[in-house]
């Protein structure tokens, strides 16, 4: 818990429109338990939350689902956000988003779109996704984008089935317009827990789309932006997830629960408000979600007495709570955790067996 003058206010918002989504990816974030379309916050509640957002200090909302563009309201959630003073960027799979829709969202003030695209190679990236034709249709849409002079982000997500394609995939990014691509490794939380084995990549294929990201970086400066997810589980120390628990961002689920991160849900001990009954100020502030761990005092050992603990603030609470059973421990991606040998145990694990697919 932190003095109410030393907290800091956040940046981002990520907005969970829906859990509804075309695709059946098997390194789904969303959680095991889906909101049902029934539950979902109406459009009002979400232009109150915008302002409320806009209020506390939050800069950027990021539209997401599932498929945000299963929601017919689409339009007036992006005016909403604009009229709130937010820069608001579409997460989409670009499936079920027609160039028509499109045209309407910006027209209503959308910022930014970010498209996931699941490989290089058209028939791996329709089977990752699960979904016949998605490949064609997510260019197609990345092409209506840049035409419309959005600026353009292409995520892919990336495990063993295309892990060799990451310099392809900056070649298509930068065909395809994009001014950023995000190359980020599967974090096993969720359904992607499901298909770890499936989906995990060894050691030496991840040094070397590391090293490989590094030299493109080089290559493609001033062309486009390559950020980076690194995978943890081959990590020496653990990232500073989220920013640090309760420090830069909120997510609110399409029933309108404020989490701390998208899997903080998987943490049973936490009591999360809703925006139903609570304002997003009350809930940033007094949340006992967002208070459990926040500040240090939280801390175990090796956490409590390192010198990186400002830095990385202990690494994964939900990553800790999946691998060590304590949310409250050092996340076990970190060499000094001593439950580290159990992530080594984990990555060793890889099998060739079929995807178990999300259907929503
Ligand atoms: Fe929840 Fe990392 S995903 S703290």
Redesign the pocket.
């Known amino acids: 818990m932190l003095a109410p003058d030393s907290l800091p206010n956040p940046l981002g918002l990520l907005a969970e429109l829906t859990h509804r989504c075309p695709l059946g990816c098997p390194y789904c974030s969303n959680p095991l338990a889906l909101d049902k379309r029934s539950d979902e916050l109406d459009t009002a509640t979400w232009a109150r939350v915008f302002h409320e957002a806009a209020g506390l200090g939050v800069l950027q909302v990021h539209l997401s689902g599932g498929e945000p563009a299963a929601r017919r309201d689409l339009a007036a959630i992006v005016k909403a956000a604009r009229e709130a003073g937010l820069y608001s960027n579409l997460i989409t799979s670009a499936v079920g988003l027609t160039s028509q829709t499109l045209n309407t969202l910006a027209d209503a003030g959308l910022d930014h779109v970010q498209i996931s695209i699941q490989d290089s190679e058209e028939k791996s990236a329709d089977h990752i996704a699960g979904y016949d034709g998605a490949s064609t249709r997510k260019r197609a849409l990345a092409a209506e984008v840049v035409k419309l002079g959005l600026p353009l982000t292409v995520n892919m997500v990336v495990h063993r089935a295309n892990i060799a394609r990451v310099e392809a995939m900056v070649e298509l990014a930068l065909s395809l317009g994009a001014s950023r691509i995000e190359i980020a490794h599967v974090?096993y939380?969720g359904w992607a827990l499901k298909n770890r084995a499936a989906l995990m990549p060894t050691r030496e294929q991840v040094e070397q789309a590391v090293a490989q990201v590094e030299t493109l970086r080089k290559k493609h400066h001033g062309q486009i932006v390559i950020d980076a997810v690194v995978p943890d589980y081959y990590a020496r120390f653990p990232?500073p997830?989220?920013g640090g628990?309760g420090r830069r961002s909120l997510n609110v689920t399409p029933a309108g629960k404020v989490l701390?991160?998208?899997?903080?849900e998987?943490?049973p001990e936490l009591e999360f408000w809703n925006v139903r009954e609570h304002s997003l100020g009350d809930i940033w502030r007094s949340s006992p979600a967002f208070n459990a761990?926040r500040g240090t005092d939280w801390m175990q050992e090796p956490c409590k007495s390192c010198a990186l603990k400002e830095k990385d603030f202990g690494?994964?609470?939900?990553?800790a709570f999946l691998i060590a059973g304590d949310a409250r421990a050092a996340?076990p991606v970190c060499h000094l955790s001593p439950h580290h040998a159990m992530v080594e145990q984990l990555a060793a694990v890889r099998e060739d067996i079929p995807y178990n697919y999300r259907h929503i």
Do not use: E, L, N, T
């Open positions: 974090q939380y990232k997830c989220v628990w701390p991160c998208h899997a903080a998987v943490i761990f690494g994964c609470r939900c990553q996340d």
